[in-house]
Every structure is written in C-alpha cells, then in structure tokens.
C-alpha cells in the first residue's frame, strides 16, 4: 500500500498516479491509536463519505482502503495511510468541507460523530490533528516558494504567488472564542454580577 498523503501538489500532473506522497509524520499512526475505541464503519468502493461545501456530520480515520480528493470536480490526491483524517478542518473552522472525499475502493473507517468533543478531550488527538495540518501546510509553502522562484517574472495569476504566500503565512482566522467549562462560549460581557 503506497504512503499517499493529502495535500499533494504538482503542476501538470497527468493522473493522480503520478501524485507523490509527502513525507510521514507520527501524527497519523497517533490518530488510529487515539481513535481505537470509537466504532469502524465499512463503506463500499464509490461512495461519497464528505461533500465539497455541505457540512460535515463527522469526522473519519482512514483505517484501511484508498480515497480520492477531489476540489470543483478535479482529484488531486489520493490517500491510502491508516490513520488519515478527513473532515477535521470543517469541524475546527465550523464551515463547510472544502473538498469532496470519495472512496476509491471499499474502507473501514472511525466515526468520530462529535469532533470538536473528541479534540477537546483528546489533547494528543488535537495535536496530531495539528500536526497533519501543520505539514499540509508546510508542504503547500514549499511548493508555492518553487512556483515563485520558477515564475517569478511572471504576470496574472501566477505573479499572484506572492499575495497567496502572504496569505498563508499571515491569515490568522476567525477570533479566537476563550470559552471555558464555566463560560463554555466565552461571553465574558455578563450584564448581572
């Protein structure tokens, strides 16, 4: 089984055989560790698990099997890693999934119905959500500084490389929410004493 991670970029990429895995970090094998005692649920080959700009109703743990992302109807990654997740940036960011993950063969997969509970009382968990993040991340900076250093010259979208990386490097999010167990919304602004 191929080590194909998401988030793999390349430029006139013919299939998506030719996409290459990005290096391995220990947060996926931490993930199937942290999810062991959640159920599994098979799904058959070309089902659709996460719909591009619908909200997710969960988040999964690739246990076994092989899936395509797909963003406007184009694939760009396969992933076949145990412990890949899926649906953890709609479930942090609280917006729709941004992509469209479809199963390539038939899987088994861990349901965490309740994500943000599940990361709230999983410290690990949430670090190794991060920590896949954070390397897809990486990953797409190191291939936007290639593009830069290639098209530096140019015009249009590619001359846009600079503003994109900026972007990235920069954009913070959403305000944060200091929420607590006591104040669990984090409305400080009481109007009773």
Known sequence: MADAQAG??????????DLEPL?????????????ADLPARSIPAGEVLLVEGERAASMLV???GQVVIERGGVAFARIDTPGAVFGE????????????????????????????????????????????????LDGLTHYLIDVKQ??????????????VID??????GP????????????DHDHDHV
């Open 8 to 17: 793999a970029f390349g430029c006139g990429i013919g299939s998506l055989s």
């Open 89 to 136: 940036m709609s479930a942090v960011l609280d917006q729709p999934v941004s992509a469209t993950v479809r199963a390539v063969d038939d899987l088994q997969v861990r349901v965490i119905d309740d994500p943000m509970e599940f990361l709230r009382n999983r410290p690990g968990a949430a670090l190794a959500v991060l920590r896949t993040t954070a390397s897809r």
């Open 150 to 163: 290639q098209f530096a010259d140019e015009e249009g979208h590619l001359g846009m490389v600079d503003r």
């Open 23 to 35: 290096p391995q970090t220990g947060a996926v094998t931490e993930l199937l560790d942290y999810s």
């Open 62 to 64: 690739l246990l076994s």
């Open 167 to 172: 972007h990235l490097v920069h954009h913070q």
């Open 175 to 186: 305000t944060a929410r200091t929420g607590s167990a006591r104040d669990p919304e984090g």
